[in-house]
T-cell receptor
Framework: GENVEQHPSTLSVQEGDSAVIKCTYS??????FPWYKQELGKGPQLIID???NVGEKKDQRIAVTLNKTAKHFSLHITETQPEDSAVYFC??????????WGAGTKLIIKP | ETGVTQTPRHLVMGMTNKKSLKCEQH?????MYWYKQSAKKPLELMFV???????ENNSVPSRFSPECPNSSHLFLHLHTLQPEDSALYLC?????????????FGQGTRLTVV
């Protein structure tokens, strides 16, 4: 079946440095790619998403890039802060289909 | 506060018990979901309801039984569970057919089967 692979499973970065999380997807018809952040004791929350008609989208310190040819997309967080510590999930879907989720990346920001 | 409320937050139950998880959304959405979240695994979609009608059942064992009495409430009835069913159960809602697929999640119910 369709799947989404996410790497790394754990990422530890120094406060102020950048963090990059990568995902690959198998369904070439996928056209919607959201990223969710899950803080401890909470459910996942959408932080940014991108559709297949654009290659990059930015929102303050976070950005997402999409390479449709290679079927991968990445989340970039710059100038990391302690409140960025969380588990991040990528997902992919095609129109009117359900989201296929990655396994998550635990991001640790070291002071 | 995301507008999706789940109760209880924590539940410990024996394998012979019957319990129910409750989810309520105050966002006016027309689709609701149950997900299972286990450590280091992708979110597993269990059930989907669109306009109160179940549209997906992803090969979930019959010991899990969903109920959607109206578009704002969703239940997950549990009976004769197994220890491997211990996980975080997340409810989510979305507004289908508007061009956006954003899902709003509740805080989850941490279920432990003993």
């Amino acid at each position: 079946g369709e799947n989404v692979e996410q790497h790394p499973s754990t990422l530890s970065v120094q406060e102020g440095d950048s963090a990059v999380i990568k995902c690959t997807y198998s369904d070439s018809a996928s056209n919607y790619f959201p990223w969710y952040k899950q803080e401890l004791g909470k459910g996942p929350q959408l932080i940014i998403d991108i559709r297949s008609n654009v290659g990059e989208k930015k929102d303050q310190r976070i950005a997402v890039t999409l390479n449709k040819t290679a079927k991968h997309f990445s989340l970039h967080i710059t100038e990391t802060q302690p409140e960025d510590s969380a588990v991040y999930f990528c997902a992919a879907s095609r129109s009117n289909y359900q989201l296929i989720w990655g396994a998550g990346t635990k991001l640790i920001i070291k002071p | 506060e995301t507008g999706v409320t789940q109760t209880p937050r924590h539940l410990v139950m024996g394998m012979t018990n019957k319990k129910s998880l409750k989810c309520e959304q105050h966002l006016g959405h027309n689709a609701m979901y149950w997900y299972k979240q286990s450590a280091k695994k992708p979110l597993e979609l269990m059930f989907v309801y669109n306009f109160k009608e179940q549209t997906e059942n992803n090969s979930v064992p019959s010991r899990f039984s969903p109920e959607c009495p109206n578009s704002s409430h969703l239940f997950l009835h549990l009976h004769t569970l197994q220890p491997e069913d211990s996980a975080l159960y997340l409810c989510a809602s979305s507004q289908e057919r508007t061009g956006t697929l954003e899902a709003f999640f509740g805080q989850g119910t941490r279920l432990t089967v003993v």
